[in-house]
C-alpha cells in the first residue's frame, strides 16, 4: 500500500521561501530505502511529530511529519545538518 501525504498548503508556501523544499519533494524521502525514521521529543506534546532522513536529489533531507489516521501530514523540510550527520553515522556512511 503506498503513503497517502497531506500538508497545510499555507505552511508548505512558507517551508518552501524559507528552505527552498515543497512538500512534493519532501515526500521523496520516504521512498529511500535506508532513511531513518526518529522521533521529535521536542515537538511532540500534543501528538507524536517524527523526522524522516532521507536521501533525495539534493541531498539527505529532514522532513518533519505526523500521522494522522491513515495520512503522513507533512510539517517542514529542510537540508539540516543534524539531520545529514544522524543519517550518515545510521548508514555507516564514510566520508
Excluded at 497531506?6 to 523544499?21: F, M
Excluded at 511532540?44 to 532522513?53: A, D, H, I, K, V
Aim: charged letters at 30%; glycine letters at 8%.
Amino acid at each position: 500500500m503506498a503513503a497517502s501525504f497531506e500538508w497545510d498548503p499555507l505552511k508548505a508556501a512558507a517551508n518552501l521561501r524559507k528552505h527552498g523544499v515543497s512538500f512534493a519533494e519532501a515526500q521523496l524521502a520516504f521512498l529511500d530505502t535506508k532513511r531513518v525514521i526518529a522521533r521529535d521529543k521536542r515537538h511532540s506534546s500534543s501528538e507524536q511529530r517524527f523526522y524522516c532522513l532521507g536521501m533525495v536529489e539534493g541531498g539527505i533531507l529532514t522532513v518533519r511529519f505526523t500521522c494522522r489516521g491513515d495520512k503522513i501530514r507533512i510539517i517542514g523540510a529542510g537540508f539540516w545538518r543534524k539531520g545529514k550527520k544522524l543519517y550518515e553515522a545510521e548508514n555507516q556512511v564514510h566520508r
